[in-house]
């Protein structure tokens, strides 16, 4: 029984089989005689079509405008603008790369240590010169300040002064001083007489009395020896006090940090680009505060290729653009570097530009176009400039003909565009240039334009004749 069942499911398969294969066939048949119809059809259309354009070949033709009816239509010449090539003073531009600085950035530091109890400006506001930023807690220092004062006041008590003598002083009139002096004086005064006493015949005053007074006498000199030497260590003293006294003094004006201030440009505004401490942070010395930044003038700091090394001159102007777009500004070439970098063989030039109002951020990326001096090229009007797909072309008049020119432009001044390559001067180019006008076609024109920026139709000058 199995085996009858296993034959009947071959069976099966080969009918199976079978059937797909003529169901392919069908398909394919089908498939081969759509085709065909297909191929005859367009072979139908093909045919049709080359009899009507025989049949038009063959028909009567309009009748021919030129002499004699039998010849082709001469076409009319197109009347157009024309100005001359003509050798213009262009600036030379040398273009730089860089990135934008303060003309002066600084890093307010503490002087002291202490703890931040005020802030009074934050990023982006304008300080001026000398106006109070950030304050610490001066606690400690004006009891040290206070401290140092008593300590001054007691010494100069001491010496019999109020205030210490300004340049030299003689410490002979200090009541110290003068005391010694005056019992130096007595001693010696007692000892004459003594001396005096101890000459007579006989003695009237024994050797022992005489030798004590004139002890005594040497006694007092020494007293003021010392006397002054001690009224010169007490005015040192003193002094070095009251410098202990101006250092505490001078650290309770540390406390409040103040914006930077400098004698040659006392006019001069920073602002805030960055706050690095809060309210409670205790600082030390050194410790960074705030960074200033003076906006304006700003500066394009750029590092400039060494083939430009004889080029580039301070006191060359300068166009500068933001990195982007942007506004055009006008600046100076205000330093050069005298060395090159060995590594990247460029060496570092500043444009220094005016800057109001701000508009021009530190660390921005920039360009400077530097008029390094003037070239004399030929140039054509702008509006005789064709532009597709970024290539510029002119069509010059050859032979009373337009002829399809291909050029490579420069720089733009006054309405004329400077032409590096393709056009020489004398050549007569096409301005405004009809939509109609095609090369090769026979054109005509009249005087040569003068003016580039003048209105189509008006006389535009003398210059030159027409061909």
């Given amino acids: 029984m199995l085996h ?36 005859l059809f367009f072979r139908c259309a093909c045919a049709v079509a080359g009899a009507v354009l025989l049949n038009g070949c063959d028909g009567a033709s309009p009748p021919s405008k030129g002499e004699g009816g039998g010849g082709p239509a001469e076409q009319r010449p ?7 090539v003509r050798l213009i003073d262009f600036p030379r531009i040398e273009r730089i790369t860089g990135t934008l600085f303060g003309d002066e950035q600084t890093t307010l530091a503490a002087k ?19 106006e109070p930023l950030i304050v610490l807690d001066a606690t400690d220092y004006e009891l040290a300040a206070a401290e140092r004062a008593s300590a001054l006041h007691q010494a100069l008590a001491k010496l019999g002064l109020s205030a210490i003598p300004a340049g030299e002083f003689d410490v002979a009139s200090l009541p110290a001083v003068e005391r010694a002096r005056l019992q130096a004086e007595n001693a010696k005064n007692r000892f004459e007489r003594g001396r005096k006493l101890a000459e007579r015949t006989p003695p009237l005053i024994s050797e022992q009395a005489f030798a004590d007074l004139q002890t005594e006498w040497e006694v007092a000199k020494s007293n003021l020896d010392v006397a002054r030497l001690e009224a010169e260590a007490g005015i040192a003293e003193a002094r070095v006090l009251e410098a202990q006294l101006r250092i505490a003094e001078q650290r309770v004006k540390d406390a409040i940090h103040r914006a930077p201030t400098e004698a ?30 003076d906006l304006d003038p700003i500066k394009l700091r750029a590092d400039v290729p060494q083939v430009l090394a ?22 100076r070439v205000e330093r050069i570097s005298p060395v090159v970098d060995d590594a990247t063989r460029t060496f570092v ?26 070239s004399n090229a030929p140039a054509v009007p702008e509006s005789a400039v064709l532009s597709f797909a970024g290539v510029r072309r002119v069509l010059v008049i050859v032979n009373g003909a337009a002829e399809d020119r291909r050029v490579e432009l420069g720089d733009r001044r006054d309405g004329w565009v400077e032409v590096r390559q393709g056009l020489t001067e004398g050549e007569v180019v096409v301005v405004r240039p009809p939509e109609q006008l095609a090369p ?11 003016e580039p920026n003048a209105p189509p139709g008006e006389p535009q000058g003398t210059e030159g004749t027409p061909p």
Avoid: C, W
């Avoid at 398969?13 to 191929?39: E, F, I, N, P, Y």
């Avoid at 197109?78 to 001359?84: G, L």
């Fill in 264 to 293: 040659s440009d006392p006019a001069r505004v920073y602002a805030v680009a960055e706050r690095l401490v809060a309210v409670g942070d205790y600082v030390q010395p050194g410790d960074a505060l705030l960074r200033l930044v």
């Fill in 78 to 84: 197109i009347a157009v603008e024309a100005a001359a």
């Fill in 4 to 39: 009858n069942g296993s034959h009947q499911v071959d069976r099966v398969r080969s009918v199976s089989h079978a059937g797909a294969g003529r169901s392919a066939r069908r398909a394919a048949l089908s498939t081969l005689r759509r085709d065909r119809r297909m191929v």
């Fill in 349 to 374: 030039a500043e444009v220094v530009v005016s800057n109001p109002g701000a508009k021009l951020k530190p660390g921005g990326f920039a360009t400077a176009d530097v008029r390094v001096g003037t």
């Fill in 310 to 331: 004889g080029v580039l001159a301070v006191g060359q102007a300068a166009t500068v653009r933001l990195d982007g777009g942007g506004e055009a500004v006008e600046g």
């Fill in 112 to 130: 002291v240590a202490g703890r931040v109890t005020e802030i009074h400006r934050d990023l982006g506001d304008s300080v001026r010169p000398g």
């Fill in 440 to 450: 090769g076609m026979p054109v005509t024109h009249g005087a040569l334009m003068l």
